[in-house]
């Protein structure tokens, strides 16, 4: 009998190659309605979520059903409709908005005739196509593996028994020896023994990194939010770094750093993090929990939203709650509305501040409010460093601001924001 190996490293079976010369794979994406969540919002975001994969979403095919029918979710009428509708508009694979166990996919790719996705699955591969660290590529083959291990049998036809050796010929067998699900399985607990210990050295690097900004004393920004709110847009408007960013779900997945001098001369750290879904998987959430752990240590945090969205107040709640859960209540948080500058921006809070990555509208503001929560962090002073103690000077070029320059008979005249773990050193030249 044929036997069938798994390639666990492979793309799960819809991938294609995000290739601007190619045209986008035709799904259909499917839904069943049970109340317990705006159906149309949902998929409207798989929709979006596909096209960040290479997709283009040509039909939907919803049911409202109390509950689910346990072999495909779907109804068979419903099934029957979607295979039509595959058939009509040329989709090689469909999208289901939800998880699916594995006999359920495989009983929707057979009904359907054409390759089928859960929700899950799609953002697996979303993740693994974007991951560009080390760290995000171990942490999204992690919930990978984790996603597959339960769907084991049924997303395989050929996981056939194998039979034991023959013992003494004339083919007798000792037993029906180990199953083609077995190996796998186990192969499966390996892997992800092994991913897990190198995600505990990982993460020891990450907070010894961590440990050496406290030391050092340089305060830490994190950006949070939903995805593709501008984060990324944000953190290169404000830093003047390039970060990749795009008008897609999850164009950025990897915790990236960006230093930045506020107005004061105070140098701080921009965090961009990963950022959320509605209903994200929960072992995606558990894999990247750790990226999300920068804003658990940052001393300020800042909540990012579309302002254009008329969904930004309850994506903000979410992001509320992941932040209590990471300890982050006692953190100063400031509300952002990032792209103001689109049309159907959300009512003016006072308590927010409206800005545009792209137009640089409020930015100013921004690094202000920031300025004015981390004022206990820095001093303006008044010195004269004698020319032999000008090498003090670096102090205040590569920690603080310059903002007065003088060369004097007894030395040359400063006057400087510092950060107050510095004043000590300038004790006997103050004026």
Known sequence: MEEITLDFNAAPAGQKALDAEQPPVKVVLLALDQGRFDARRSLDELAALAEANGMEAVATVCQKRSTPEAATMLGEGKVEEA????MNTGAEAAIFDGELTGSQIRNLSAALQVEVLD????????????ATTNEGKLQTELATLKYRMPRLQGLGEALSRQGGGGGGGGGARRGAGETKLELDRRYLRGRIEKLEERLRELEKRRDETRRARRKNGVPVIALVGYTNVGKSSLTNALCGAEIYEADMLFAT??????KLT?????QVIVVDTVGFVSRLPHDLVDAFKSTLEEAACADIILKVADASDSEAAEQLSVTDEVLSSLGCDEIPQIVVYNKCDRAGVAPYDPDVLLVSAKTG???DALRSRMDEILAHRVRTIEVVLPYDQLALADVFRSRGSVLAEEYRGDGVYYKATVKVDD?????????
């Open 83 to 86: 295979r039509l509708v595959c």
């Open 119 to 130: 929700r899950t699955m799609l953002i697996l591969e979303i993740f693994r196509a974007r």
């Open 253 to 258: 997945l990897d915790p990236t750093a960006r």
């Open 262 to 266: 506020l107005p004061s001369g105070l």
């Open 361 to 363: 509208y409020g930015l």
């Open 423 to 431: 004043l000590h050193r300038f004790e006997d030249y103050l004026i």
